[in-house]
C-alpha cells in the first residue's frame, strides 16, 4: 500500500510524476487498485471508463466536484489507465475509486437509484427530498439550509440503512451481492459525510478533521475487499497531510490522526507514505480574495533556512544517495532489500526511487529505526536509520 502524497494540490510537476510513479507501480509490480482523494460515488464512473471503455472521461472528471482533478494532467492519466487495460482480462485491469467523503450529492444519488431498482417496494425516495441531493461541497451560507441538509441526511441514513437490513436478501435476490455491498458502502460514505458536515457546522475544525480521514481510512480498507482479488496492492493519491501517518491539521492548527495513521495502525509496515515537497516556483491554489476564495497562480520565496527543504534544494548533486530500504511484505511475494555503502545490513529506513530530471524523489520510513551498522556508530545514531518526512524536491520552477 503505497501513498503519493503531495504539498500543493495545484502543482503540474507532482501529478506529472505521480503518473510515472503509478505507471511503474502498474507495469512493473502488478498494481491493480488505484485510489484518489475525490468523492467515493461520484468517481464510479471514472472507475467505468478505465475498465471498460464507458462514459467521457472528461464529463466524469468535472462531475468529482474538485478543481483539482479536473486538469490536462490527471485526465493523462485516466487515458493512460484505459490504454493499459484495453484488451486485459477484467480480472488484471486497474480499478480506479475515490475514497474521500465530503460530498452528499453522489452518495444520495446513488442510493436512490439502487432503491428504484432494488426495492420498489421502500416508502423513502431519496430523490423526493432535494435537500438531501442539494449539495456541491460547500456549507450553505445560512442556518436553516444547513439544518435542513443535515436533517435530511439523518433521515436516508436512518431510513435507508433499516431498508438494507431487513430487505437484504430479497435485494440480493433483485441485484447481486456485489450491488447491495456497494449500496451499504454509499450509505456509509453518506453517513460520515453527514458527520463531517455537522463539525464543520459547529467550527470544530479537529473534529471534521478527524470524522473524514477515518472515513477515507475505511473507504481504502473496504475497497480491498470489494475488489475481490488477488491483487493485495494500491496506489493512493491525496494530498501529504492525509498520507503522512502523523496527523492532519486544519488551518487554525487544530489536528487529529490522519489517513495515513489509520492505515499504518491496521497494515503496518506494508503501508508506505511518500510525501512530495517543492522549493520554489508557482502552482495553482484558491487564494481568498475579496471576501472569496478563486483560483489563482500563486508563488513561493526561497525555503526557510535550515528547513529539509532547503537542504535537498541546496544539495549540488540533486540525487541523494541510495539508503537502503524493504519493500513491504505481501502476500505471494518475495522480500527484496538493497544494502548501503557503510552499512552491513538492510534497515528500514530511506530509499531513492527514481531521478527524473533535475529532482529528487526519496521514500521515507514512518518511524526512526534503531538498527545498528558497521560505521561504528551507536544503535540508534546510524544516520541511515533515520525517518524523514519530505521526500520530493522539485526544481526551482515548481
Not at 92 to 106: E, H, L
Not at 124 to 133: F, Y
Not at 250 to 278: C, I, K, N
Request: hydrophobic share 35%; glycine share 8%.
Amino acid at each position: 500500500m503505497i501513498g503519493l502524497g503531495e504539498a500543493a494540490h495545484g502543482t503540474r510537476e507532482f501529478f506529472r510524476l505521480k503518473h510515472r510513479l503509478i505507471r511503474y507501480l502498474v507495469e512493473r509490480q502488478e498494481v491493480r487498485l488505484f485510489g484518489l482523494e475525490a468523492n467515493f460515488a461520484e468517481t464510479l464512473a471514472l472507475d467505468r471508463y478505465v475498465r471498460y471503455g464507458e462514459g467521457d472521461p472528461e464529463e466524469a472528471l468535472a462531475d468529482v466536484y474538485f478543481w483539482t482533478w479536473n486538469t490536462e494532467e490527471l485526465l493523462a492519466l485516466v487515458e493512460w489507465l484505459r490504454a493499459f487495460n484495453d484488451g486485459r482480462e477484467v480480472g488484471d485491469r486497474v480499478r480506479f475509486y475515490g475514497f474521500d467523503a465530503q460530498f452528499t450529492a453522489g452518495p444520495a444519488a446513488a442510493l436512490d437509484s439502487y432503491l428504484r431498482t432494488a426495492d420498489r417496494l421502500a416508502e423513502l425516495r431519496i430523490g423526493d427530498d432535494p435537500a438531501s441531493l442539494d449539495d456541491d461541497g460547500r456549507l450553505a451560507d445560512d442556518e436553516e439550509t444547513r439544518v435542513a441538509r443535515l436533517d435530511a441526511a439523518d433521515r436516508v441514513v436512518t431510513t435507508v440503512g433499516e431498508r438494507l437490513d431487513i430487505q437484504e436478501a430479497a435485494h440480493v435476490a433483485a441485484t447481486d451481492r456485489g450491488t447491495w455491498q456497494l449500496a451499504r458502502r454509499h450509505l456509509r460514505t453518506l453517513a460520515r459525510t453527514r458527520d463531517h458536515k455537522r463539525a464543520r457546522h459547529t467550527d470544530d475544525s479537529g473534529r471534521a478533521i478527524a470524522v473524514r480521514d477515518r472515513a477515507m481510512a475505511a473507504n481504502i480498507a473496504w475497497m480491498l475487499d470489494y475488489a475481490n482479488t488477488d491483487m493485495d496492492r494500491i496506489v493512493l493519491w491525496a494530498h501529504n497531510a492525509h498520507v503522512s501517518r502523523t496527523e492532519d491539521r486544519a488551518t487554525d492548527g487544530t489536528g487529529a490522526p490522519s489517513m495515513g495513521y489509520h492505515l499504518a495502525e491496521r497494515y503496518g509496515e506494508e503501508y508506505y507514505a511518500l510525501g512530495f515537497d517543492f522549493a520554489g516556483g508557482t502552482f495553482q491554489a484558491l487564494a481568498d480574495i475579496n471576501d472569496g476564495y478563486e483560483l489563482q497562480a500563486c508563488s513561493l520565496g526561497d525555503p526557510p533556512r535550515g528547513s529539509l527543504t532547503a537542504s535537498l534544494a541546496a544539495s549540488e548533486d540533486r540525487c541523494c544517495s541510495s539508503i537502503s530500504t524493504r519493500r513491504p511484505p505481501t502476500r505471494g511475494s518475495r522480500r527484496s532489500s538493497t544494502k548501503n555503502a557503510g552499512c552491513d545490513r538492510s534497515v528500514r529506513s530511506t530509499t531513492v526511487l527514481t531521478r527524473p530530471e533535475n529532482t529528487t524523489i526519496v521514500a521515507s520510513s514512518p518511524r526512526p529505526t534503531t538498527a545498528s551498522c558497521s560505521s561504528g556508530r551507536r544503535r540508534g545514531q546510524c544516520p541511515y536509520t533515520r525517518s524523514i518526512t519530505v521526500v520530493l524536491a522539485v526544481d526551482q520552477h515548481g
